[in-house]
């Protein structure tokens, strides 16, 4: 999987099990062992750019198709986590 996709999952999930929005930085420090600030940005302009999230003063929060989106991901790894559980 591409960084960057890893890095967009990781905004969308994290901003979907919060289900309110997160100040930008904070997004990033959690992210910064894996991306550049650069790449970060980049990521984050794309989520804007496709009406996933929206940044208003550096605060990150998720648009209804962007929340429907993470909904998906976060019950899809959820059935892997299960799946895993249960094998194992």
């Not at 309110?20 to 984050?44: K, N, R, T």
């Not at 991901?73 to 959820?78: E, F, G, H, S």
Request: hydrophobic content about 45%; charged content about 20%.
């Amino acid at each position: 999987m591409k960084k960057s996709t890893t890095v967009m999952l990781g905004i969308l999930t994290t901003l979907g099990e919060m289900k309110h929005g997160a100040p930008a930085g904070h997004l990033y420090a959690a992210l910064m062992s894996q991306v550049s600030y650069q790449e970060f940005i980049e990521v984050l302009i794309n989520l804007v750019d496709n009406d996933l999230v929206t940044n208003r003063n550096h605060y990150v929060e998720l648009t209804a198709k962007g929340l429907a989106l993470a909904d998906k991901v976060n019950a899809a790894l959820a059935r892997l986590q299960a799946e895993k559980e249960s094998a194992g």
